[in-house]
């Protein structure tokens, strides 16, 4: 009999306990909370396992301080790191998050060998390049969190300015997951199926692509702290793909080897996720305009992968 899938979450920060909290909802697998703060990560998992019988919600949760709890996990999901802190670009968390990261990827692939590997560290780009070079897991199975949370922001951001719901609007953001470079795509966007320059003007547009670049940035203005609802929710969507073979058509960091004329870079670009992973790369036909700004994007993407000692 088939089992169960199993998920691990390595950062159980806000971050980490709300992905926790939207993938034990939708039941999708057995959990497993790590993080280095001692105890932290087993009280969370026992607060979320105590509201499993209100929610009928049957799945398994359990925290950790170490790695033997992981073992033989389907997907992985890295979180860990240093958050930034309003006035901080994601870009500046570099140097003391490749450290974590690379040490949190060496212990997971040492458990589980066959995992998928999602990372959600920034910046992300760069953490998903360090992650795919230190696993040496194919590029298939090492995806970063970039466009599922760029684009759902994207999304809302349409919607509230169209006035429909939300569940009309399709988007798309590729490119870099950084404040300045990320590439939103209005002229692929569409409500209901009706293009979305037929219904705001040119002006409202670009206000909404610019919103959407400082999605993150506004919200941790706001709070004083980074963004976790979200994120969650782009992570359990990304999970669901993969655990339930989903083929879904997700804007994710993944490793180029020639798609849009790219190599040895990890950036956000449209992907089909499935059971297998990363199971296409969707080659959208870009206009020069677009074409310029995913180039520059993947200029700064290199820029930060530069910095890593690898």
């Known amino acids: 009999m088939r089992r169960r899938p199993k998920v691990t979450i390595v950062g159980a920060g806000m971050v980490g306990h709300t992905a926790a909290h939207w993938l034990a909802a939708e039941e999708l697998a057995d959990l497993v909370l790590v993080d280095i703060i001692e105890k932290m990560p087993m009280g969370k998992a026992l607060d979320l396992q105590q509201a499993a019988p209100i929610r009928d919600i049957d799945v398994s949760i359990v925290g950790s301080n170490g790695y033997e709890e992981t073992a033989d996990s389907d997907v992985a999901v890295i979180i860990a790191g240093v958050a930034r802190k309003p006035g901080m670009t994601r870009e500046q968390l570099i140097d003391t998050n490749s450290g974590i990261v690379r040490s949190v990827v060496e ?7 066959e995992a998928y590997l999602l990372v959600v560290t920034n910046p992300l780009d760069a953490m998903t390049y360090l992650t795919y070079k230190v696993s040496g897991f194919p590029r298939e199975r090492v995806i970063g969190e970039s466009g599922a949370l760029d684009t759902t922001r994207f999304r809302t951001f349409i919607a509230k300015e169209v006035g429909v719901s939300v569940e009309d609007v399709h988007a798309m953001v590729i490119g870099a997951h950084t404040d300045k470079d990320m590439v939103p795509l209005p002229r692929f966007a569409n409500v209901g199926g009706v293009p979305l320059s037929n219904l705001v003007s040119a002006e409202r547009v670009e206000a909404i692509v610019a919103r959407t670049r400082r999605g993150g940035a506004e919200i941790t203005e706001l709070m004083g ?8 929710a782009a992570i359990a969507q990304m999970v669901e793909a993969i ?17 849009y004329g790219e190599r040895d870079v990890c950036i956000g670009v449209p992907v089909v996720l499935g059971g297998g992973g990363v199971e296409r790369i969707i080659e959208l036909p870009l206009d020069e305009q677009e074409r310029a700004a995913f180039q520059a994007s993947v200029a700064a993407v290199r820029e930060h992968i530069g910095t890593l000692k690898l």
């Open 243 to 259: 655990v339930r073979d989903k083929k879904r058509l997700i804007a994710s960091s993944v490793y180029l080897d020639g798609e």
């Open 225 to 232: 702290s980074s963004a976790f609802f979200a994120p969650g």
């Open 107 to 113: 212990k997971v692939v040492k458990f589980s060998p």
